[in-house]
């Protein structure tokens, strides 16, 4: 009972941070679009994306991955922040670098 209790309890956390991190996303991008001084109907449509599908972002932080590359490219000139989203993990010291496990590169995922 109290593991069942206790794993709900992490599926709520990690369901707030999920959130957490679609409004924070959503926050940074409105407050560049404010930095460049563009309403939210300019900014969707120098972006190339619909109107309703811009103010769901900014109230929910949803959007789908073509409108959100759209808007940081578009209408931001941003391209850095995308190249960097997923990149390898950096190391400060080599004492990091022998603490983890270092794995070949994956070419697909194993057979399960």
Known sequence: MYIQKLIREIDTIKLHSFHGILSGI???LK????????SQKDFAKRAG?????YLRFENSGEITL??????AIVAL???ESLNTLFNKKSYASIDE???EKVQFKRQRASKK
């Open 49 to 53: 994306i619909g109107y309703d599908a």
């Open 97 to 99: 670098i022998l603490k």
């Open 26 to 28: 959503a926050q940074r």
């Open 77 to 79: 000139d941003d391209v």
């Open 31 to 38: 407050s560049r679009r404010l930095e460049k001084n563009y």
């Open 66 to 71: 073509r409108n959100l590359v759209l808007c």
